[in-house]
């Protein structure tokens, strides 16, 4: 009984020893495992973390409240169209001190001279020299008393004289892409005047830029009919003088570029004028506003024809 007993105690024992390096064995390759499931998770870790790398963030649910940390960024130029704004200067070559002062404004305000002027020719090359787009600043009949001067336009000229003289207002200067007018309050509103004024004008291919002396103006519509180029003024700068009527009259005019995507002022070489255009220009941009000359936003002909469609024209005078 005792051998018995011994020899299965030796038995058992043998066993024991059998079966306890192969638990071991499996515990260490367990903790080997998980060692290298850590090492892979951490240099994991570090990869995603890195500068190139895309963090997905979890999406809000109603129980995660949106936090908002930082400001949103500046709205890109890129992300829409900025609004327009084109500056035009007119009655511009009288006064040569108000006109350098008005060629050293930034290139892309437009600069319109007075045939009348005296070195006309000189004072528009030099506004040309420095970048400036030029138009002539054609004299036209008024409602009134107000006199244009002796070479300008009246409605009763006959053909040979309307030539004539519309041949010298266009001869005094050269490098303009087109014409606004100086006065003509009774001339714009005429509609055989203009047509004929339009139709020199197309065979020149000029454009116009209606000054909008009158609210009878039939400039557009005669546009319209024969195919010219065609702007109209949004604001006066000047109509009231003084620096606060002024500023008044540049707000109005952001205004309305918010409103409409693009205006256009006309202003004069009025020593508060430019005082406050100085000030106003250089902040333009960054107020969200693009300064361009006034022959970007001229329509072509096929947009005005459609806004003026069902518009009736006089005939012409024979």
């Known amino acids: 009984m005792t051998g018995r007993t011994v020899k299965g105690r030796a038995t058992r024992s043998r066993a024991g020893r059998g079966r ?7 515990v260490a390759l367990a903790a080997v495992l998980l060692v290298l499931f850590a090492a892979f998770g951490m240099i994991l870790l570090r990869h995603e973390s890195g500068p190139g790398a895309v963090r997905k963030r979890p999406s809000p649910s109603a ?3 949106l936090a908002v940390t930082v400001p949103p960024p500046p709205v890109s130029p890129k992300m829409g169209p900025r609004p327009r704004i084109a500056i035009v200067i007119d009655d511009l070559g009288i006064d040569r001190q108000a006109t350098e002062r008005a060629i050293r404004l930034p290139a892309a ?3 319109a001279f007075l045939p009348y002027a005296h070195d006309v020719a000189g004072q528009a090359k030099r506004a040309a020299t420095h970048g400036h787009e030029l138009l002539v600043h054609l004299p036209m009949e008024p409602v009134g008393s107000a006199d244009p001067g002796p070479m300008a336009l009246y409605r009763d000229l006959n053909d040979a004289e309307f030539r004539q003289r519309l041949a010298w207002n266009l001869s005094r200067f050269s490098g303009f892409v087109g014409i606004n007018n100086h006065m003509g309050s009774a001339y714009t509103a005429d509609v ?6 339009m139709r020199a004008l197309a065979s020149r291919k000029l454009m116009f830029l209606d ?6 103006t039939r400039a557009e519509m005669t546009a319209a009919g024969v195919g010219v180029r065609f702007a109209r ?13 002024v500023r008044a009259a540049l707000h109005r005019l952001e205004r309305r570029a918010r409103r409409n995507g693009a205006a256009i002022a006309i202003g004069h070489p009025h020593r508060h004028t430019l005082a406050a255009l100085e000030a106003w ?3 333009l941009e960054r107020r969200g506003f693009v300064l361009v000359p006034v022959s970007s936003l001229a329509q072509r002909p096929a947009a005005i024809a459609k806004r003026s469609r069902g518009w009736k024209l006089a005939p012409a005078r024979p």
Do not use: I
Request: proline share 10%.
């Open 109 to 111: 305000v437009t600069l």
């Open 192 to 197: 055989p005047a203009m047509r004929r004024l």
């Open 211 to 216: 000054s909008r002396t009158t609210k009878l």
């Open 20 to 26: 306890l390096p192969r638990a071991g064995l499996s």
């Open 233 to 245: 003024r949004s604001v006066f700068l000047d109509h009231e003088r003084g620096a606060a009527a």
């Open 281 to 283: 220009l250089p902040d």
């Open 63 to 65: 129980s995660t409240p």
